[in-house]
């Protein structure tokens, strides 16, 4: 059993590693491009060039664009592997996991979840403010009102969500089941993923977030399934951001019994998914 749980753990580990050198070598690929375009297209001196580079760097769009490569790179390897190192496991075919209740399900908890999540960061906000303010700033960033919509809906709303389910549901927490039991292979896999948002703020809530996303895992088999959730919550902060732009934000009591609510929702959904085992069995039979 122990032997078990080393070898899970550096396998997980191992997955973690490839991910951030895979991210750090785009980065730096993209930076040697974008820095021989500037010596090739201008006459800038060294402390020129490299202001730029920071310029460019830090557009919100070009990070995007960066950060999109990366999640393609870890789709063309990971889906792969994934493949490969479940074929000796018991199948789960994954139309019994994307049943209509399911997927139902998936919607209510991604959507409620984002006040969920408000209500965590408003009680870090008022035991450490600083953190909140270096966040907002972190946003404010990535996300600027330059940012292309299209490359925001792509990026936070269809491929991330995607990709990060594959590795951290999908290939971290899978090993990790191989040698943990649920909670605690949730909690490993929930820190690793909660480290790689590099973000003080964005690693409390996101392990959190990645919790419920592992017991969403073990419930449905399938990453295909937490992706869904995944893709609804990036979304849904987008909307209600929207929403608070346009009409204001809830206030006082109002705002507490929403998130009270959200709470309520959310557990409630989660309890009433399951694998539709009758469904995949008809699926299996007819292909």
Request: proline share 1%; glycine share 4%.
């Amino acid at each position: 059993m122990k032997a078990n749980r080393v070898k899970s753990l550096f396998q997980s580990l191992l997955y973690l590693l490839i991910a951030i050198v895979a991210l750090l070598g785009i980065s730096f690929i993209a930076g040697s491009i974008i820095s021989a375009i500037l010596l090739l297209t201008n006459d800038y001196n060294i402390t020129d060039m490299q202001n730029e580079l920071v310029r460019i760097v830090n557009d919100s769009n070009v990070r995007m664009i960066i950060t999109l490569v990366f999640f393609e790179v870890l789709l063309i390897v990971f889906i792969p592997w994934y493949l490969h190192s479940s074929k000796k496991e018991v199948k789960y075919p994954i139309r019994g996991a994307m049943t209509r209740t399911n997927l139902f399900m998936a919607v209510l908890i991604g959507f409620f979840m984002q006040f969920v999540i408000n209500a965590v960061i408003v009680v870090i906000y008022l035991i450490t403010p600083k953190w909140i303010e270096n966040y907002t700033n972190m946003v404010d960033t990535v996300f600027s009102k330059d940012s292309s919509l299209f490359l925001l809906i792509i990026y936070a709303v269809i491929i991330g969500p995607v990709a990060e389910e594959l590795l951290f549901r999908g290939m971290i927490y899978r090993v990790l089941r191989k040698g943990f039991s649920v909670y605690s292979a949730a909690a490993i896999a929930s820190l690793m993923f909660a480290v790689y948002h590099m973000n003080v703020v964005q690693g409390i809530y996101t392990f959190f977030v990645g919790f419920l996303l592992c017991i969403l895992y073990e419930k449905t088999k399938t990453f295909w399934y937490t992706s869904v959730v995944h893709m609804v919550f990036n979304g849904a902060s987008f909307v209600l951001g929207w929403i608070a732009e346009q009409y204001g934000e809830m206030s006082g009591i109002y705002t507490i019994i929403l998130w009270i609510l959200s709470c309520g929702i959310v557990m409630n959904a989660i309890r009433r998914i399951s694998y539709n085992k009758c469904i995949a069995e008809n699926t299996e039979s007819q292909s």
